[in-house]
């Protein structure tokens, strides 16, 4: 089992659709969650960090937290073309020293 | 403010050479981290400082080497280039531990012959 494993994808939706990126983790002693966001061809950048379980709400972006479960998902809500981008998941893993896990990043593409 | 600055933006070796990739941040950050990203595989930590003075080793550290050369700077070193060394390489920088909100350099791409 991969230590932090998102959908394959690529995920395709229609511009004002909900966008919904999962992620699963096998740490359970994990406390730090992100989604960054990464453009073609660009750098990751942060678009939400979570702690606790439970949502997370900034704008159109919503984490979600259930850490029974060891599941952490993204929603974006009224998507736009311009959140056509790979969505990374990262997680903490208190069992590697707290080093930051990634996964493998799912494709997301907002169709107008 | 530029945050975190990396050069070159882009490279060609032949295998066998070697090079350094330069890192620079200027948010007086303590801890500076070295990745790689290949298709379909993530990012991978390959060195991180967690300050000044000290270098650890992440999940895929064979084949290069770190230098934390002040608080600003952290290089990564290719001894001798190998085709598997192909990637897109990063870096981050934080106040903190790896628990804390990286930012990240714009990368450089590293083909390999």
């Known amino acids: 089992q991969k230590e932090v494993e998102q959908n394959s994808g690529p995920l395709s939706v229609p511009e004002g659709a909900i966008a919904s990126l999962n992620c699963t983790y096998s740490d359970r002693g994990s406390q730090s969650f992100f989604w960054y966001r990464q453009y073609s061809g660009k750098s990751p950048e942060l678009i939400m960090s979570i702690y606790s379980n439970g949502d997370k709400e900034d704008g159109r972006f919503t984490a979600q937290l259930n850490k029974a479960s060891q599941y952490v998902s993204l929603l974006i809500r009224d998507s736009q073309p311009s959140d056509s981008a790979t969505y990374l998941c990262?997680?903490?893993?208190?069992?590697?020293?707290?080093?930051?896990?990634f996964g493998q990043g799912t494709e997301l593409s907002v169709k107008p | 403010n530029a945050g975190v600055t990396q050069t070159p933006k882009f490279q060609v070796l032949k295998t066998g050479q070697s090079m350094t990739l330069q890192c620079a941040q200027d948010m007086n950050h303590n801890s500076m981290y070295w990745y790689r990203q290949d298709p379909g595989m993530g990012l991978r930590l390959i060195y991180y400082?967690?300050?000044?003075?000290?270098?650890d080793k992440g999940e895929v550290p064979n084949g290069y080497n770190v230098s934390r050369l002040n608080k600003r700077e952290f290089s990564l070193r290719l001894e001798s280039a190998a085709p598997s060394q192909t990637s897109v390489y990063f870096c981050?920088?934080?106040?903190?531990?790896?628990?804390?909100?990286?930012?990240f350099g714009p990368g450089t791409r590293l083909l390999v012959l």
């Open positions: 400082s967690a300050s000044e003075g000290t270098t």
């Open positions: 981050a920088s934080n106040y903190g531990g790896q628990e804390e909100t990286q930012y």
């Open positions: 990262a997680v903490s893993a208190p069992s590697q020293g707290g080093k930051l896990i």
